[in-house]
């Protein structure tokens, strides 16, 4: 099992940044793949950047590529993801998700989920 906590979310202008974080435990934290999705009212969950736990191995999502770096800290079991230049459409309800070894960038193939942080870009 693999227990994940979102926070780093609020209101910020357009072309700001924030960092958010999700701090991971459990057992199979060692094992595990954690990736970043968010949700938008009226609009399916979306992909946006995952990592390796071990490998530290990344994919992104072609709409976050160039403003988005997805990191992790082993030692604080704690993974990263680093938003730059944030415009209106970046808003959503953020979510981390973690999975066997392996990310993936459906839903569906995430099994443990954090409660959300919530990002605001607006003037």
């Known amino acids: 099992q693999v227990h994940l906590v979102e926070s780093g979310g609020g209101l910020v202008q357009p072309g700001a940044s924030l960092r958010l974080s999700c701090a991971a435990s459990?057992?199979?934290?060692?094992?595990?793949?954690v990736s970043w999705f968010r949700q938008s009212p009226g609009k399916e969950r979306e992909f946006v950047a995952g990592?390796?736990?071990?490998?530290?191995?990344?994919i992104y999502a072609n709409s976050a590529r160039g403003r988005v770096t997805i990191s992790r800290d082993n030692a604080k079991n704690t993974v990263y993801l680093q938003m730059n230049n944030l415009k209106p459409e970046d808003t959503a309800v953020y979510y981390c998700?973690?999975?066997?070894?392996?990310?993936?960038?459906?839903?569906?193939?995430?099994?443990?989920w954090g409660q959300g942080t919530q990002v605001t870009v607006s003037s």
């Open positions: 998700a973690a999975r066997d070894w392996t990310v993936q960038t459906t839903p569906r193939d995430y099994n443990y």
């Open positions: 990592i390796s736990w071990t490998a530290g191995a990344t």
């Open positions: 459990g057992p199979s934290i060692s094992t595990s793949a």
